[in-house]
C-alpha cells in the first residue's frame, strides 16, 4: 500500500499553542520521513525530516515524533506564531527508486493571533 | 549550492491552446527532474518523473507531456489546453542537499486557463 493518510485536513491554533499534524503508512518498505511547508503561491520547502530508526527529532520549534510499530508519525510546532500559518504536507520515501515521494494530502494550518 | 528555475511564474491561456513550462536546475548532474500539479487547497500530484535526458514516465494519463532534452532541463507541454488544467505546477528534483536524498521543489507556476 502506498498511501500515506494524513490529518486533519485543517486546524486553527491560537498564538503560542501547539499544533499536531499526523500521518500514517502502510509500507514498510518506507525508510525516510519528509515534512514539507508551503506557503500560498509558493513551491513546498523542505522542512524537517527523520528516519525510522529514531524516535524523535527537533529542529528549533519543529519537532516529528515516530512510532515505528504503529507506522505513524507526527509534527508538533512548540510556540505556534501566525508566520507558521501554512500547508504542511507529510511524506514516505522508500529510497533509490526513481519515482517520487509518496505525499499525505496535506494539513492547512491557521496560527490565529 | 543546487537551484531550480521555473518559468514563467504565472500564465493566462485561452482554453485550446498550446502550452510549454519549464524547468531548469543548477548545481547539479544527471538528477531525477518531476512534474507535480497541485489544484486549489489540494494535493500533489504527481504528472511525470524522468531519470535521464528523453526518459519520462507518466503517472496519470492526461493531456500533458513533457521532455527532457537536456540533463538538467524538464519541459511541460501541452498542444490543447483544457479548463481543467488550470493548477499549480510544481517542478522537483530529487538529489543530496545536506545529509539524505530527497525531493526539493521549485518556486511553481500558475496556469490559468480561461
Known amino acids: 500500500q502506498q498511501q500515506v493518510k494524513q490529518s486533519p485536513q485543517s486546524l486553527i491554533v491560537q498564538k503560542g499553542g501547539i499544533p499536531i499534524i499526523n500521518c500514517a503508512y502502510e509500507?514498510?518498505?518506507?525508510?525516510?520521513f519528509p515534512w514539507y511547508q508551503q506557503f500560498p503561491g509558493k513551491g513546498p520547502a523542505l522542512l524537517i525530516a527523520?528516519?525510522?530508526?529514531?524516535s524523535e527529532k527537533k529542529e528549533g520549534r519543529f519537532t516529528i515524533s515516530f512510532n515505528k510499530s504503529a507506522k505513524q508519525f507526527s509534527l508538533h510546532i512548540m510556540d505556534s506564531q501566525p508566520g507558521d500559518s501554512a500547508t504542511y504536507f507529510c511524506?514516505?520515501?522508500?529510497?533509490?527508486?526513481?519515482?517520487?515521494?509518496?505525499f499525505g494530502k496535506g494539513t492547512h494550518l491557521i496560527i490565529q493571533p | 549550492s543546487q537551484t531550480i528555475h521555473q518559468w514563467p511564474a504565472t500564465l493566462v491561456q485561452p482554453v485550446g491552446s498550446p502550452l510549454s513550462l519549464e524547468c531548469t536546475v543548477e548545481?547539479?548532474?544527471?538528477?531525477?527532474l518531476y512534474w507535480y500539479r497541485q489544484a486549489a487547497g489540494r494535493g500533489l500530484q504527481l504528472l511525470f518523473y524522468?531519470?535521464?535526458?528523453?526518459?519520462i514516465s507518466s503517472e496519470v494519463p492526461q493531456n500533458l507531456s513533457a521532455s527532457r532534452p537536456q540533463d538538467r532541463q524538464f519541459i511541460l507541454s501541452s498542444k490543447k489546453l483544457l479548463l481543467s488544467d488550470s493548477g499549480f505546477y510544481l517542478c522537483?528534483?530529487?538529489?543530496?542537499?545536506?545529509?539524505?536524498?530527497?525531493?526539493?521543489f521549485g518556486p511553481g507556476t500558475r496556469l490559468t486557463v480561461l
Open positions: 522537483a528534483w530529487r538529489g543530496k542537499a545536506g545529509g539524505r536524498d530527497t525531493q526539493y
Open positions: 509500507n514498510t518498505a518506507f525508510d525516510y
Open positions: 527523520i528516519r525510522p530508526d529514531v
Open positions: 511524506a514516505a520515501d522508500s529510497g533509490g527508486g526513481a519515482d517520487g515521494l509518496t
Open positions: 548545481g547539479t548532474s544527471n538528477p531525477n
Open positions: 524522468s531519470v535521464g535526458i528523453g526518459q
